[in-house]
């Protein structure tokens, strides 16, 4: 009887030891919100005492995102290790307040070059390398792998793993992942994996009805691929009404409990909130078997707090962005989630003026007179001028003009990467007279050390 009871214990101590992995695959669209979804979801697990790490699994073929125009898929981040990674991991890192590596992103290019390195090194003894099972294979060492590396200050191993499948479910690009993972549910056991599918709910203007097709049609396609969701995050305008849950539940296999709806919200720091207030904690305890206090969590007291705080909000301040991408907000992400968290800090509402920088050169005014005298005006009306990085020739001119006006209008500036370096462009043009000069000049010749002190000088005043 004492052996049973102890073996008992043991596998019960075994199984709350194992790795927790949540898989966050996406349907309809990409771009849906997968990102905040799984750093809400860690942000959660992290608010009850656990230990969350993330990867970011990119279905493309690029070994990473460091050499992405920002038009392509936003941002490229970039880690303390100085991995250029996909912008998402940014979102990791501020939610749950982690410090990740490059080999938290994981590319089909890291794959496939790994796999194709050990077969030039005759790892596989002369085998036919495959997809199935070579290449699934992979996946799954690198995710079991990486998973467990501490992302926090004290070194613990962490405890839930998060995962985010880019793309959407029935991209050719993440057959691979779906089938690694479809295999990798066994492989851990149904315990210690969970999926959750995050899909779109239309609500076309013309009817006001909240169509679920897309969902079911989504689903369908990832069970057809072997794997079944766990929980479905609905994305919609406005909160799902009870009979359409319903029926995503009665169509896509799962309890209405298990359909959660994300709506839109004034801010992303309100989805993990949405998520506790629907149930999603219970449920991972009892999906997942976690050994967590059900408890008041100081964690997401203090994230109420902000967001209450965030949207109670009256003075407003401007601040002028002097980009390059500025037709894709996710091109500076990180700048902006930067200046929300000043703003909020000294409560104020931030309101972010995009504006290219092409539209303030003299030649805008030729070609577009329209573009040219709203950027300007946008501009001159901002409490303050932010210019980012970029890269190759165009627009730089028109940031040059936008850091002149700046630092005669004595208005607050920061530069950023080239942006700082546009500054040193623009004040050896205009108050060292060195006329056109730009970013391919050698500043440290022997004319400017001999001015340096001058120059020195003139700034400070």
């Known amino acids: 009887m004492f052996l049973i009871f102890g073996f008992i214990c043991y596998f019960r101590v075994q199984t709350l030891l194992m790795m927790k992995y949540i898989l966050v695959t996406g349907g309809v669209i990409s771009g849906i919100g997968k990102g905040i979804i799984a750093s809400s979801v860690g942000t959660i697990l992290k608010s009850?005492?656990?230990h969350v790490t993330a990867i970011k699994i990119d279905p493309y073929i690029n070994i990473d995102a460091g050499t992405f125009s920002p038009y392509e898929h936003g941002e490229v981040f970039v880690l303390d290790d100085g991995g250029e990674v996909d912008l998402d991991l940014g979102n990791y890192e501020r939610f749950l307040d982690i410090r990740l590596t490059r080999d938290n992103n994981l590319t089909t290019g890291k794959i496939y070059q790994s796999v194709i390195n050990k077969e030039r090194r005759g790892d596989y003894l002369g085998k036919t390398v495959q997809v199935?099972?070579?290449?699934?294979?992979?996946i799954q060492e690198r995710v079991m792998r990486q998973a467990k590396v501490s992302v926090d200050d004290d070194g613990i191993e962490p405890e839930v793993c998060v995962i985010e499948l880019g793309g959407t479910v029935g991209d050719i690009e993440s057959m691979p992942f779906i089938e690694a993972f479809r295999q990798f549910?066994?492989?851990v056991k149904r315990e210690n994996f969970c999926n959750i599918h995050v899909s779109l709910v239309?609500?076309?203007?013309s009817t006001g009805e909240q169509k679920t097709k897309p969902t079911q049609n989504s689903v369908r396609e990832l069970r057809g691929l072997g794997l079944s969701p766990d929980l479905i995050v609905c994305r919609c305008s406005t909160p799902l009404e009870t009979a359409v849950k319903e029926k995503i539940s009665m169509?896509?296999?799962?309890?209405?409990?298990?359909v959660i709806c994300i709506q839109d919200v004034s801010s992303i720091y309100r989805v993990p909130l949405l998520l506790e207030d629907q149930g999603m904690l219970e449920f991972f305890c009892r999906r997942l078997d976690l050994s967590i206090e059900m408890r008041p969590r100081k964690m997401l007291t203090k994230?109420?707090?902000?967001?209450?705080?965030?949207?109670?909000?009256?003075?407003q301040t401007s601040i002028a962005l002097v980009g390059k991408y500025t037709k894709l907000s996710d091109s500076y992400a990180s700048v902006i989630k930067a200046l929300e968290h000043s703003a909020l800090a000294i409560n104020y509402k931030l309101e972010v003026k995009y504006i290219d920088s092409a539209d303030l050169e003299p030649a805008a005014l030729q070609e577009e007179p329209v573009k040219y005298h709203e950027a300007w005006q946008k501009l001159c009306s901002a409490d303050g001028v932010l210019v980012p990085g970029g890269f190759g020739v165009r627009g730089t001119e028109g940031k040059i003009q936008a850091i002149n006006w700046a630092r005669r209008q004595k208005k607050p500036f920061l530069g950023v990467c080239l942006g700082m370096q546009l500054a040193v462009c623009e004040f050896a043009r205009n108050v060292l007279g060195w006329e056109g000069k730009n970013t391919h000049t050698r500043f440290y010749d022997m004319s400017f050390k001999s001015n340096f002190a001058h120059a020195f000088k003139v700034f400070l005043s």
């Open 202 to 205: 239309p609500q076309p203007n």
């Open 303 to 315: 994230w109420k707090e902000m967001s209450d705080r965030s949207d109670r909000l009256l003075e």
């Open 48 to 50: 009850c005492g656990l």
């Open 132 to 138: 199935v099972p070579h290449i699934t294979d992979a």
């Open 251 to 258: 169509f896509c296999h799962v309890e209405p409990e298990q």
């Open 185 to 187: 549910q066994f492989k």
